[in-house]
T-cell receptor
Framework: DAMVIQNPRYQVTQFGKPVTLSCSQT?????MYWYQQKSSQAPKLLFH???????NEADTPDNFQSRRPNTSFCFLDIRSPGLGDAAMYLC????????????????FGDGTRLSIL | SQKIEQNSEALNIQEGKTATLTCNYT??????LQWYRQDPGRGPVFLLL?????KEKRKERLKVTFDTTLKQSLFHITASQPADSATYLC???????????FGKGTTLSVSS
């Protein structure tokens, strides 16, 4: 089945130690998104790639970076994790973006839960 | 700002009853609203989307309505089952069409 896969499911890192989360998709979708979700809160969009075009949300801290080396893979890098970065990180894809005639749902992976020691 | 509000954090109902969840939006009316289901420790799963010119949309036991006058969408699950217990998220695109904005969700618990 076509899907969105996130690895690892659980990640523990030390305060200030860089960490990378990965996401792969077999849907061949143009758009890949990274969300941060804290307990009982809405998923919050950090950034997205529309093909190779990177789009950062205005309030995403500089500590968060992303790479998309090809259509299938996308990475989230946290350069110096702080305690406030402990959260579930969700990767999602969609064929296109926007709310025009091609309005598409998003397909999510099961997330990586990041803990900071 | 373009907000999505799901006012009820939790809803508890008995098996067999109809669950009704509310989603309210602010500012401009989105062309579409989407509903997702999220189970604990899992990513959201898309359920339904409804266009602003569709008053109602159905899929099996699910029904979604869209009222642009009230700026509200209602999500109904008929003949609810314990397996329907989950958090349900409402979402809209921002005006630029570059970001999907989610509500906090309503956690539904169906008891047998």
């Amino acid at each position: 089945d076509a899907m969105v896969i996130q690895n690892p499911r659980y990640q523990v890192t030390q305060f200030g130690k860089p960490v990378t989360l990965s996401c792969s998709q077999t849907l061949n979708h143009n758009v890949m998104y990274w969300y941060q979700q804290k307990s009982s809160q809405a998923p919050k969009l950090l950034f997205h790639y529309y093909d190779k075009d990177f789009n950062n949300e205005a309030d995403t801290p500089d500590n968060f970076q992303s790479r998309r080396p090809n259509t299938s893979f996308c990475f989230l890098d946290i350069r110096s994790p702080g305690l406030g970065d402990a959260a579930m990180y969700l990767c999602a894809t969609s064929r296109d973006r926007g709310q025009g005639p091609s309005n598409q749902p998003q397909h999510f992976g099961d997330g990586t839960r990041l803990s900071i020691l | 700002s373009q907000k999505i509000e799901q006012n009820s954090e939790a809803l508890n109902i008995q098996e067999g009853k109809t669950a009704t969840l509310t989603c309210n939006y602010t500012n401009y009316s989105p062309a579409y609203l989407q509903w997702y289901r999220q189970d604990p420790g899992r990513g959201p799963v898309f359920l339904l989307l409804i266009r602003e010119n569709e008053k109602e949309k159905r899929k099996e036991r699910l029904k979604v309505t869209f009222d642009t006058t009230l700026k509200q969408s209602l999500f109904h699950i008929t003949a609810s089952q314990p397996a329907d217990s989950a958090t349900y998220l409402c979402a809209r695109w921002n005006q630029a069409g570059t970001a999907l904005i989610f509500g906090k969700g309503t956690t539904l618990s169906v008891s047998s």
